[in-house]
């Protein structure tokens, strides 16, 4: 394994606690009740806390909190392309970056980008970029930048939704705010917004239906505008989470406008001309 | 609390040689002790669209460790050696260009970051950069009886509670750059501070002025050398590089004394540094056959 | 007094451009278009403009162990500048040579998120050299005993992933990432280990914890210095670019001197470092009162 000569560098090998713990960690129930005391089957979603214009340096920014997910996703641009060739003369140009801090995860991340986050970014820029009026910002670049300060489950989903607030923020022009929900089918029944030990919990008995799914939807135009799922589904229980996750955007949307009202009253009226 | 009382001021053997290397603008080692660093600058040459600086030349020091990559440790260090070279540059005759400082550390025996920065500052002299000021490192550090060493080895280092490395400039002899490991008291500072300003100021012959006359001393025996290139008066020359620092007063006196150079060379007097390189840099072919 | 400062600053402009565009220059644009300028006039006035004294802090806050993921963690804001730190413990094999002593990795990670001046990638070269200076605060100020971390001689010890990330770069993170990392610390809670002595492997009970013991508060106070001769206290990312030479001062508290760390840049007397000491010095007491009392007020509301 190349050594990483940019960081102050620990022992080669280290493990985690918690793999020689005594006691197994409590595993999530699979009937009744959900860990938290929210529904199961039901689009229980957790009650979020927006906040838009927490970064300074950023021309728009937005933290989200879903119970223990936190994000924060800092918006920078339009500006210049870094990259000459590809710069288009017709349409601005969309970047996304979305990181985990090492301590955001129960096991400890390494700083280096891994594949999940790689992943992450391309789903993150296919969900958003429908939403924005690009073509108003021709040979210029808009870059999204999420961290994850904590997760705990449906990440992404948060990370879509997070990622559009502050892109409204920075006043970028779009079509629709996009909205992310996510959900985690375990046979017949499901989990909405799922925390991440319901998330990466392995159904022992093998049986069908077992999959992930997240939504970004954009609601005034009624457009789904990214959609990822794992797992093995049949096609009416996919069709029917759809329906699922778009119900809990639903439930989001007015929190984001409030959310987004108040950055703009914070923001006061344009200072006058004197 | 620990008191300071007895300074031991002695530097280890030190040296210097400069233009040993053919590629490089201009290049230096300088050694301390076992302690050893390689440098050759390269530049002013273009610059990379990203880095240029409008209104001044990019300075980009690049730190080679003795074994292996260079890591954290050596990126802090390059920061160091960067800013101070910055700092005594004069960076804006160049603008939109870059300059680049490799320094290779050839053996590490303690009071590195010391070493290293007296070998920019004569491989930027060796390359006939404009500066105004020189500057020279000096590391020392407090032992358990809380006695002063200065230019410590890697041995003394280990020992030591508290390591401190600065960077003074010739002219207004003030602090360029600090740099401290282990804790101590702000006395024990103080004392360092008084004792250094003191001693730099009178040329007793503290830990900074003994690196400072030494540098000058380099310089001079340099130029001394050219010169006697032409006149023939070799020998004598010969002979005091090979004296001790002590003894390197006296040479710098007779140096100053000689009618070649014409106005006399004292310590408080600027050292007219401009004149010299340009001089130097018009010697240097008939030097090298 | 330093809405005098603004109509001087006006009237400067108004003598370069002529006076039929004056009224339309607003005072953000002079900002841009001749930065130094702007703070000079704020400088002759003994005030900056962001209001404060030469010699004020922006108003620092504290919050701990808001991230659960973590073994502890502290977030800071020191104006706008704001610092995650979080701790994540695991378990490994002490070293060869130092068989008693456990480890602590401390990492700055300053991401394209925080300021528009940095790139994705490899850590910048600032963010390297922060790095190192925290690895230096902790290893010269002794903050935790490395062997307080040994679980089993030469066998297991702890290893403390100190993770600081920067959220929002407005100038000195420095003392930013001191604060947090102590912070932090002071609420990271290790679970209990036992050796099995008849297999060797290490047995974690993840329901008993204990806290570590912090043996130091180092606490840092960064200076700038401005035209090589003004020496003002917490810069800003826009006065750190300004400034011709940075210095940071790290105090405990028996006022001993963990660091005093000027990587260069145009010099600076005795007297004033002197100066910065002091004031390092009593910047430490409040900062340890600050953490103190967010930690008391925590401890209490559990």
């Given at each position: 394994m190349p050594t990483d000569n940019k960081r102050v560098r620990g022992p080669e090998l280290s493990q985690s606690p918690a793999l020689f713990a005594c006691k197994a960690a409590p595993v999530a129930p699979q009937q009744g009740p959900r860990a938290d005391g929210r529904q199961r089957d039901q689009v229980d979603v957790r009650p979020v806390f927006v906040?838009?214009?927490?970064?300074?340096q950023a021309k728009g920014s937005a933290y989200i909190e879903a119970g223990d997910t936190k994000l924060m996703c800092c918006v920078y641009g339009p500006k210049e392309t870094e990259r000459k060739d590809e710069t288009d003369m017709k349409c601005g140009r969309l970047t996304t970056d979305m990181r985990f801090a090492p301590f955001s995860c129960p096991e400890r991340g390494s700083w280096v980008q891994g594949s999940q986050d790689k992943d992450f970014s391309l789903m993150l820029h296919e969900s958003l970029q429908p939403a924005l009026c690009l073509h108003k910002y021709p040979r210029s670049q808009i870059d999204v930048n999420v961290v994850v300060l904590e997760n705990s489950g449906s990440v992404l989903a948060h990370a879509?939704?997070?990622?559009?607030?502050?892109?409204?923020?920075?006043?970028?022009?779009?079509?629709?705010?996009?909205?992310?929900c996510s959900i985690r089918q375990d046979g017949g029944s499901y989990v909405a917004d799922p925390s991440y030990a319901e998330e990466t919990y392995c159904s022992s008995d093998g049986a069908s239906d077992q999959g992930r799914l997240t939504v970004a939807f954009l609601p005034s135009l009624n457009q789904i505008s990214g959609l990822q799922s794992d797992g093995e589904m049949s096609a009416e229980t996919l069709t029917a989470g759809v329906r699922t996750c778009i119900e809990g955007c639903y439930k989001l949307y007015p929190v984001l406008q409030q959310a987004l009202i108040k950055a703009v009253r914070k923001a006061g009226p344009p200072p006058s001309e004197s | 609390m620990e008191e300071c009382e007895s300074i031991n001021v002695c530097l280890r053997e030190f040296g210097c040689e400069q233009s040993l290397l053919s590629r490089p603008d201009g290049s230096a080692s300088f050694v301390q002790g076992d302690t050893s660093v390689m440098a050759g600058v390269y530049g002013p040459a273009e610059v990379k669209v990203s880095k240029e600086i409008y209104d001044r030349a990019t300075l980009e020091v690049l730190i080679q460790p003795k074994v292996g990559l260079p890591g954290v440790r050596e990126r802090s260090q390059e920061q160091c050696v960067r800013e101070t070279c910055e700092a005594s540059l004069l960076l804006s005759l160049h603008p939109r260009s870059s300059l680049t400082l490799v320094l290779q550390v050839l053996h590490d025996d303690g009071s590195l970051l010391s070493c290293l920065l007296n070998a920019a500052c004569m491989t930027l002299l060796d390359a006939g950069l404009a500066m105004n000021c020189l500057f020279c490192g000096v590391t020392c550090a407090i032992d358990a009886d809380g006695q002063i060493v200065t230019d410590p080895t890697a041995a003394q280092e280990k020992e030591s509670r508290a390591l401190m490395t600065f960077a003074m400039d010739s002219t207004d002899r003030k602090v360029l750059m600090t740099s401290t490991k282990?804790?101590?008291?702000?006395?024990?500072v103080c004392v360092f501070f008084c004792f250094l300003l003191v001693e730099v100021l009178s040329m007793c012959g503290s830990a900074g002025g003994v690196g400072h006359h030494k540098i000058?001393?380099?310089?001079?025996?340099?130029?001394?050398?050219?010169?006697?290139?032409?006149?023939?008066?070799?020998?004598?020359?010969?002979?005091?590089?090979?004296?001790?620092?002590?003894?390197?007063?006296p040479v710098l006196q007779r140096l100053s004394e000689t009618p070649i150079l014409q106005k006399p060379l004292t310590e408080s007097q600027n050292f007219p540094f401009f004149a010299i390189l340009v001089f130097y840099q018009i010697h240097t072919k008939s030097y090298r056959l | 007094m330093h809405i005098v400062c603004v109509a001087n600053a006006n009237l400067q402009l108004l003598s370069l451009v002529g006076p039929f565009c004056a009224k339309f220059i607003p005072v953000c644009s002079y900002r841009t278009a001749e930065p130094l300028e702007y703070h000079r006039s704020f400088l002759k006035e003994n005030c900056r403009p962001d209001g404060r004294d030469l010699s004020e802090f922006r108003t620092t806050t504290l919050n701990i162990g808001s991230i659960s993921t973590a073994d502890g963690s502290a977030l800071v804001k020191i104006g706008n500048t704001t610092i995650i730190c979080g701790i994540k413990a695991e378990l490994a094999n002490p070293t060869v040579e130092s068989p008693d002593k456990g480890y602590i990795v401390p990492n700055v990670d300053l991401p394209p998120l925080c300021s528009s001046r940095f790139r994705s990638g490899p850590p910048s070269e600032q963010a390297q050299a922060a790095s190192q200076f925290m690895a230096d605060i902790i290893e010269s100020s002794e903050v935790i005993r490395a062997e307080d971390l040994c679980i089993d001689r030469g066998k297991l010890c702890w290893v403390l992933y100190c993770d600081m990330m920067c959220l929002d770069y407005d100038g000195n993170i420095l003392d930013a990432c001191i604060i947090a990392l102590m912070a932090a610390l002071k609420n990271t809670q290790l679970p209990e280990v036992t050796i099995n002595k008849e297999t060797s492997a290490p047995e974690v009970k993840l329901e008993k914890k204990h806290g570590l013991t912090i043996q130091k508060h180092p606490v840092g106070s960064s200076f700038s210095v401005f035209d090589d001769s003004i020496?003002?206290?917490?810069?800003?990312?826009?006065?750190?670019?300004?400034?011709?030479?940075?210095?940071?001062?790290?105090?405990?508290?028996?006022g001993r001197l963990c660091s005093a760390h000027k990587p260069g840049g145009t010099s600076l007397s005795g007297e004033k470092l002197q100066e910065c000491i002091s004031r390092a010095t009593a910047r430490q007491k409040e900062i340890q009162k600050l953490i103190d009392k967010v930690l008391h007020s925590v401890k209490s509301a559990e």
């Amino acid at each position: 394994m190349p050594t990483d000569n940019k960081r102050v560098r620990g022992p080669e090998l280290s493990q985690s606690p918690a793999l020689f713990a005594c006691k197994a960690a409590p595993v999530a129930p699979q009937q009744g009740p959900r860990a938290d005391g929210r529904q199961r089957d039901q689009v229980d979603v957790r009650p979020v806390f927006v906040r838009c214009g927490l970064v300074s340096q950023a021309k728009g920014s937005a933290y989200i909190e879903a119970g223990d997910t936190k994000l924060m996703c800092c918006v920078y641009g339009p500006k210049e392309t870094e990259r000459k060739d590809e710069t288009d003369m017709k349409c601005g140009r969309l970047t996304t970056d979305m990181r985990f801090a090492p301590f955001s995860c129960p096991e400890r991340g390494s700083w280096v980008q891994g594949s999940q986050d790689k992943d992450f970014s391309l789903m993150l820029h296919e969900s958003l970029q429908p939403a924005l009026c690009l073509h108003k910002y021709p040979r210029s670049q808009i870059d999204v930048n999420v961290v994850v300060l904590e997760n705990s489950g449906s990440v992404l989903a948060h990370a879509v939704t997070c990622a559009s607030l502050a892109l409204a923020d920075a006043g970028i022009e779009m079509y629709d705010l996009v909205l992310g929900c996510s959900i985690r089918q375990d046979g017949g029944s499901y989990v909405a917004d799922p925390s991440y030990a319901e998330e990466t919990y392995c159904s022992s008995d093998g049986a069908s239906d077992q999959g992930r799914l997240t939504v970004a939807f954009l609601p005034s135009l009624n457009q789904i505008s990214g959609l990822q799922s794992d797992g093995e589904m049949s096609a009416e229980t996919l069709t029917a989470g759809v329906r699922t996750c778009i119900e809990g955007c639903y439930k989001l949307y007015p929190v984001l406008q409030q959310a987004l009202i108040k950055a703009v009253r914070k923001a006061g009226p344009p200072p006058s001309e004197s | 609390m620990e008191e300071c009382e007895s300074i031991n001021v002695c530097l280890r053997e030190f040296g210097c040689e400069q233009s040993l290397l053919s590629r490089p603008d201009g290049s230096a080692s300088f050694v301390q002790g076992d302690t050893s660093v390689m440098a050759g600058v390269y530049g002013p040459a273009e610059v990379k669209v990203s880095k240029e600086i409008y209104d001044r030349a990019t300075l980009e020091v690049l730190i080679q460790p003795k074994v292996g990559l260079p890591g954290v440790r050596e990126r802090s260090q390059e920061q160091c050696v960067r800013e101070t070279c910055e700092a005594s540059l004069l960076l804006s005759l160049h603008p939109r260009s870059s300059l680049t400082l490799v320094l290779q550390v050839l053996h590490d025996d303690g009071s590195l970051l010391s070493c290293l920065l007296n070998a920019a500052c004569m491989t930027l002299l060796d390359a006939g950069l404009a500066m105004n000021c020189l500057f020279c490192g000096v590391t020392c550090a407090i032992d358990a009886d809380g006695q002063i060493v200065t230019d410590p080895t890697a041995a003394q280092e280990k020992e030591s509670r508290a390591l401190m490395t600065f960077a003074m400039d010739s002219t207004d002899r003030k602090v360029l750059m600090t740099s401290t490991k282990g804790s101590f008291s702000v006395q024990e500072v103080c004392v360092f501070f008084c004792f250094l300003l003191v001693e730099v100021l009178s040329m007793c012959g503290s830990a900074g002025g003994v690196g400072h006359h030494k540098i000058k001393y380099f310089i001079t025996v340099r130029v001394y050398r050219l010169y006697v290139f032409h006149s023939s008066t070799a020998a004598a020359v010969y002979s005091s590089e090979s004296e001790s620092i002590r003894e390197d007063l006296p040479v710098l006196q007779r140096l100053s004394e000689t009618p070649i150079l014409q106005k006399p060379l004292t310590e408080s007097q600027n050292f007219p540094f401009f004149a010299i390189l340009v001089f130097y840099q018009i010697h240097t072919k008939s030097y090298r056959l | 007094m330093h809405i005098v400062c603004v109509a001087n600053a006006n009237l400067q402009l108004l003598s370069l451009v002529g006076p039929f565009c004056a009224k339309f220059i607003p005072v953000c644009s002079y900002r841009t278009a001749e930065p130094l300028e702007y703070h000079r006039s704020f400088l002759k006035e003994n005030c900056r403009p962001d209001g404060r004294d030469l010699s004020e802090f922006r108003t620092t806050t504290l919050n701990i162990g808001s991230i659960s993921t973590a073994d502890g963690s502290a977030l800071v804001k020191i104006g706008n500048t704001t610092i995650i730190c979080g701790i994540k413990a695991e378990l490994a094999n002490p070293t060869v040579e130092s068989p008693d002593k456990g480890y602590i990795v401390p990492n700055v990670d300053l991401p394209p998120l925080c300021s528009s001046r940095f790139r994705s990638g490899p850590p910048s070269e600032q963010a390297q050299a922060a790095s190192q200076f925290m690895a230096d605060i902790i290893e010269s100020s002794e903050v935790i005993r490395a062997e307080d971390l040994c679980i089993d001689r030469g066998k297991l010890c702890w290893v403390l992933y100190c993770d600081m990330m920067c959220l929002d770069y407005d100038g000195n993170i420095l003392d930013a990432c001191i604060i947090a990392l102590m912070a932090a610390l002071k609420n990271t809670q290790l679970p209990e280990v036992t050796i099995n002595k008849e297999t060797s492997a290490p047995e974690v009970k993840l329901e008993k914890k204990h806290g570590l013991t912090i043996q130091k508060h180092p606490v840092g106070s960064s200076f700038s210095v401005f035209d090589d001769s003004i020496l003002i206290v917490d810069p800003t990312a826009e006065e750190e670019i300004l400034s011709t030479a940075q210095l940071t001062v790290v105090t405990d508290e028996e006022g001993r001197l963990c660091s005093a760390h000027k990587p260069g840049g145009t010099s600076l007397s005795g007297e004033k470092l002197q100066e910065c000491i002091s004031r390092a010095t009593a910047r430490q007491k409040e900062i340890q009162k600050l953490i103190d009392k967010v930690l008391h007020s925590v401890k209490s509301a559990e």
